[in-house]
Each structure stands twice: as structure tokens, then as C-alpha cells.
């Protein structure tokens, strides 16, 4: 079997596990917070939230200790991108026309711009710092303590749902105990493969690290919240859709660029400073304005595609 197609196959396996085993951790993490007495929503805005990013941390963790700090940022840009781009696009596409509320916009689209500009000014001279990484990471502070004074659920309100009509266990059980510990282990083995083989790809194919990261691991990363919002579309329930995408695009700008740097500084490339960044603006801007009044329209999510797909074809001639 040629080095590519095996590198490849290492590539889609090892992410594949890196998310679903990142699911598995948040739901035995989940079940342990209830069991220890932590209410429903507190679970929801940090275990849950944090839960969703784990696949980008992970890998940017493993990145930074290969010295391959370039997928960090170019996993943040192109998942960012696709959220917008393409997660909302189909969503509205699905829907016919994606319905906003605006209690949601107002506390989460002022956190979404900050975030993405606060990214943009910190990675703007080609380096991201510790003292700019200890600052996003009390933006993520900033962040839960907001989600929790405002009762507002940002990532996952159906599993506040689920949750309220359980009764709460009383006691952890080795099952859950086996299951944080085994999803663990084997999101180190998908987070470590990952970032091998995108380094693998990267050699062989020629292709700067940061693009594999900003398109294909991007958007293998997305999946889970592409997945959530088109139930959330299907359902009527476009809040859960919005809340789940735009908490996910804070995470990654804050968050996942912060914990990974404080391992190292993470440099940023070229082609992510001029091309990569400002498609992530435009990206929020653009959904700032098509959302003032309060829906997303099925040709304004044909429009968001197209964006999308113009970004992965250009994303490889700016390589």
C-alpha cells in the first residue's frame, strides 16, 4: 500500500477516534459532575463546553509538543470558517430559513466578535504569546462566569433537557470511572496520530501543515457541531443551532489558542495572517449582519457555502 494512502487512512481513523472518544469523555465527566452534586446548567456551560472544543485542544496540544505550533492557528481559522460557512449554511439551507432569537444574539454575538478580533490583533505580528494566551484564557473566564450570571446555555441546551427529566446518580460507578479513563487514553492515541499524520501529509504532499489543519482537520472537528445543528434545524430549534456554533467559535479563538501556549509560543504563518484571518472576519461579519434581522435565509446559506467552498479551494493556491 503506498506511504500516502496509509498516511491518509492514519489521518481519517485517528481523528474519528480523537472525536468520539472526546464525546465519551464529556458524557462520563457529565454524569460524574451530577453525581458529585453540580447543578444540570453549571455541568452544561463548563464540562459540556469544554467538551465540544476537546478535539482541537487535544490536537493543538500534541502540535505544540511536535514543534508543529502552524496546525494550532490554521485548526482555529478553518474551524471558525467552517462553523460559519458551511455549519450554518447547511443549517439554513435545511431549515428553509434559520429563525434567531435575539436574547441569544445579544449575549453571545458581542462575545463572538470580541473573540475574533482580540484573535486577530494578538496573531497579527506572527506569534502568539504567553502573556497574549494568559489573556485569552481569562477571556474564557470571562466567558463562563457570563454564560452562568445571564442562566443562558451556549453549547448543548438539549442535554440540559435530557438531564432534567433523569434522575440525577447518586453515586459514580466503575462503568463511568472506565469510561473517563479509556476515552481518555484514546483521545492521547487519536490527538497524537493526527498531528503525525498531518506532519505525514504535509512532507509528502508538499503542503504547508497549517493547511491541512485550517481545511481537512478543520472541518473533521466541525462535524460534531454540523451534526447538532442540523438536528437543531430539522427540529425547530434554531437557538440550539446558533448557541452550539457561536460558543464553539469562542472556545476555539480563546481557549484553544491559550492552553496550547503555554506550552510555547505558536507561530503564526504567513498564509493564515493574509489569507486565513481575514476569511474568519469576514466570516463573523458577515453572519453579524445577516443576522440583525434575526434569520438566516435559505439563499443567504447558499451564499455561506459558497463562501466556504471558496475558502478550501483558495486556502491550497495561497499555500
Known amino acids: 500500500m503506498p506511504p500516502l494512502v496509509i498516511w491518509i487512512i492514519v489521518f481519517v481513523a485517528s481523528l474519528y477516534i480523537l472525536i468520539r472518544a472526546s464525546e465519551y469523555f464529556t458524557e462520563a465527566a457529565e454524569h460524574i459532575g451530577l453525581a458529585y452534586g453540580i447543578s444540570d446548567f453549571i455541568v452544561g456551560v463548563t464540562i459540556v463546553a469544554v467538551g465540544t472544543s476537546l478535539p482541537e485542544i487535544?490536537?493543538?496540544?500534541?502540535?505544540?509538543?511536535?514543534?508543529?505550533?502552524?496546525?494550532?492557528?490554521?485548526?482555529?481559522?478553518?474551524?471558525?470558517?467552517?462553523?460559519?460557512?458551511?455549519?450554518?449554511?447547511?443549517?439554513?439551507?435545511?431549515?428553509k430559513k434559520l429563525k434567531i432569537k435575539y436574547e441569544l444574539l445579544h449575549i453571545d454575538l458581542p462575545l463572538l466578535m470580541g473573540s475574533a478580533l482580540f484573535l486577530a490583533i494578538t496573531i497579527w505580528d506572527g506569534t502568539f504569546t504567553l502573556f497574549e494566551a494568559l489573556l485569552a484564557l481569562v477571556g474564557v473566564v470571562i466567558y463562563l462566569l457570563h454564560a452562568v450570571s445571564e442562566r443562558k446555555r451556549r453549547i448543548d441546551i438539549e442535554v440540559k433537557k435530557e438531564l432534567l427529566l433523569k434522575e440525577k446518580p447518586k453515586k459514580v460507578g466503575t462503568k463511568t470511572l472506565l469510561t473517563l479513563i479509556i476515552s481518555g487514553l484514546l483521545m492521547y492515541i487519536g490527538g497524537r496520530y493526527t498531528i503525525e499524520a498531518?506532519?505525514?501529509?504535509?512532507?509528502?504532499?508538499?503542503?504547508?501543515?497549517?493547511?491541512?489543519?485550517?481545511?481537512?482537520?478543520?472541518?473533521?472537528?466541525?462535524?460534531?457541531?454540523?451534526?447538532?445543528?442540523?438536528?437543531?434545524?430539522?427540529?425547530?430549534?434554531?437557538?440550539?443551532?446558533?448557541?452550539?456554533?457561536?460558543?464553539?467559535?469562542?472556545?476555539?479563538?480563546?481557549?484553544?489558542?491559550?492552553?496550547?501556549?503555554?506550552?510555547?509560543?505558536?507561530?503564526?504563518?504567513?498564509?493564515?495572517?493574509?489569507?486565513?484571518?481575514?476569511?474568519?472576519?469576514?466570516?463573523?461579519?458577515?453572519?453579524?449582519?445577516?443576522?440583525?434581522?434575526?434569520?438566516?435565509?435559505?439563499?443567504?446559506?447558499?451564499?455561506?457555502?459558497?463562501?466556504?467552498?471558496?475558502?478550501?479551494?483558495?486556502?491550497?493556491?495561497?499555500?
Open 198 to 319: 498531518v506532519i505525514g501529509l504535509s512532507m509528502m504532499l508538499n503542503i504547508g501543515k497549517e493547511v491541512i489543519a485550517a481545511s481537512a482537520v478543520a472541518f473533521g472537528t466541525s462535524l460534531p457541531e454540523l451534526a447538532v445543528t442540523i438536528t437543531a434545524a430539522r427540529k425547530g430549534k434554531p437557538e440550539i443551532a446558533v448557541g452550539n456554533v457561536l460558543g464553539s467559535n469562542v472556545f476555539n479563538a480563546l481557549a484553544v489558542m491559550g492552553i496550547p501556549t503555554l506550552i510555547s509560543t505558536i507561530t503564526i504563518p504567513q498564509s493564515i495572517i493574509f489569507f486565513g484571518l481575514p476569511m474568519m472576519l469576514i466570516a463573523t461579519l458577515l453572519f453579524f449582519f445577516m443576522t440583525q434581522d434575526k434569520e438566516i435565509t435559505l439563499w443567504e446559506g447558499w451564499l455561506l457555502i459558497i463562501f466556504y467552498v471558496f475558502f478550501i479551494g483558495k486556502l491550497f493556491n495561497v499555500s
Open 58 to 95: 487535544v490536537s493543538s496540544l500534541f502540535a505544540v509538543a511536535r514543534n508543529s505550533s502552524e496546525i494550532v492557528i490554521g485548526n482555529v481559522i478553518g474551524s471558525n470558517i467552517a462553523n460559519i460557512f458551511l455549519v450554518f449554511g447547511i443549517a439554513a439551507v435545511v431549515s
